[in-house]
């Protein structure tokens, strides 16, 4: 999750690190349904607007000048659900 969380932070379009995310987090206990969004749009267009896509790539913003350690907390934050 973090690998992916991170890809998405340099990435902001990422749809692959957006995607895992969302099955991550968004859908942990429904991969059908994961799968079911996954195949309704193209390119992982179905998760970037899944929450915890969304709370990173505001956070991505606010924070674009971040340094190593103050992005890891971001990133580690939004999985986790700590501020």
């Given at each position: ?9 340099i990435d ?38 899944a929450s ?28 986790f659900g700590?501020?």
């Amino acid at each position: 999750m973090l690998v992916a969380a991170l890809r998405l932070w340099i990435d902001k379009g990422g749809s692959l690190a957006a995607a895992e995310l969302a099955r991550l987090l968004d859908y942990p206990d429904r991969p059908d349904d994961w799968l079911a969004a996954a195949l309704s749009e193209p390119r992982g267009g179905a998760f970037m607007g899944a929450s915890p896509v969304v709370e990173l790539l505001e956070r991505r913003g606010a924070l674009s000048h971040a340094g190593m350690l103050q992005t890891l907390d971001a990133v580690i934050s939004v999985g986790f659900g700590s501020a």
